[in-house]
């Protein structure tokens, strides 16, 4: 599989994407070839993944074969000269903005480009928006940018003035689906997990292969049905806060176990001597706060994930109530959305709607997870006497 394979749905982006890499290989590198790009796209649309196929693509002596050593390393993140960089926090720091810039001034090792994937580029702040500008704007020779973020509005127009936008789409249900099984899901839950998913690559892989993320997400709807006192709904923001903690440890265990192995082995394990054990244990705490810092991210991109969820319950409900002709998201549990349609106004599920909404850009306003929970649950139950 060629590492453009796994750009579902993004037929527009591959072609793009591979005049470059042809014009990448040329000396000098033909026109279509350029220093900084944008990848835009909708959560889950797979903008990260596109940037690091291209960055493999850039790396692979053969425009990115999907095989050899090169396309490996860069996919899975471990590759030299194709770097993947997050922010470890809730926003780049100045500081990181900084190491980067001088990291970004090196050449390639081995491959002909040295590539810096910026994931969640709209997390860069003022400051360290302006500490990359200089460095984007007249990189190395060898030095290409490829930033990533929902829109162009989340960047300074200094910055995004400078690269070449790729613009990913939300794939269809049907072409989810059908990479899915090309990654050897079962029809049956290929077709779930992509109607569940709305679309998000990463969620209907997790979705599909990992039955604990299938059952949290079953439970959450479930208890949306089952919302009958104060205490209920107390209880449902709780369990709503742990699912996505779930979730995150079921994303990160993985990653983090390899991590530490990594470390592990470039400290020289088993190694003699006082020195080499101080070494390693202020490098491990670096990492264990590392991996905490990355464990809050993802748990809060986790809870937005599981309130996109309750909007699909609620939109089913509002489709059902308004008689629409569309498909439900949520198929396999229609006896239970019809009952909550039957028994509320649309006028109610509207305001459902909204306090979900409002659940979500008080997270991104970095409230805490708890308490913006416990008052959506409280305004689900009953929409009209909440304020
Ligand atoms: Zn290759």
Request: hydrophobic residues 45%.
């Amino acid at each position: 599989m060629r590492v453009f394979d796994s750009l579902v749905g993004q037929d527009h982006v591959v072609n793009v994407l591979g005049e470059a890499v042809a014009d990448a290989a040329a000396e000098p590198a033909g026109p279509s070839m350029t220093h900084a790009w944008l990848f835009i796209g909708p959560p889950g649309s797979g903008r990260s993944n596109a940037a690091i196929a291209f960055g493999a693509a850039l790396a692979c002596p053969d425009g990115g074969c999907g095989r050899c050593e090169d396309c490996r390393a860069a996919m899975a993140g471990n590759h030299p000269d194709v770097e993947v960089v997050r922010p470890e926090g809730l926003s780049y720091k100045t500081e990181e903005a900084r190491n980067l810039v001088s990291r970004a001034d090196m050449s390639p090792t081995r491959a002909r480009w040295h590539v810096i994937v910026l994931e969640d580029a709209d997390r860069l702040t003022e400051s360290a928006n302006n500490v990359l500008l200089k460095s984007i704007e007249e990189p190395a020779s060898r030095t290409v940018w490829l930033l990533c973020a929902p829109s162009v509005e989340d960047l300074l127009p200094t910055v995004r003035s400078r690269c070449q936008v790729i613009g990913l789409r939300t794939p269809a249900t049907a072409a989810v689906a059908s990479f899915l099984e090309g990654q050897g899901v079962d029809a049956g839950t290929a077709a779930f997990a992509a109607r569940a998913s709305m679309g998000h690559i990463g969620r209907a892989r997790a979705l599909a292969t990992i039955e604990s993320v299938r059952n949290r997400r079953h439970d959450v709807l479930v208890m949306m049905r089952d919302l009958s006192d104060l205490a209920s709904c107390m209880a449902a923001a709780g369990n709503i806060v742990e699912a996505a903690k779930a979730d995150a440890e079921a994303l990160l265990a993985e990653r983090e176990e390899t991590e530490r192995a990594d470390m592990m082995l470039a400290m020289g394990a088993g190694a003699e001597g006082k020195g080499v054990k101080r070494v390693t244990k202020a490098a491990m705490k670096e990492l264990d706060d590392r991996h905490a810092a990355r464990r809050n991210r993802t748990v809060r991109d986790e809870l937005d994930r599981v309130l996109v969820d309750l909007l699909a319950w609620f939109r089913d409900v509002l489709v059902l109530q308004q008689e629409a002709p569309v498909e439900l998201v949520n198929e396999e549990m229609r006896s239970d959305l019809a009952r909550m349609a039957d028994e509320s106004q649309a006028s109610d599920t509207l305001l459902r709607i909204t306090a979900i909404r409002d659940a979500r850009q008080a997270l991104a306003m970095n409230v805490a997870p708890q308490l913006a929970m416990e008052a959506m649950v409280v305004k689900l139950r009953a929409p009209r006497l909440a304020g």
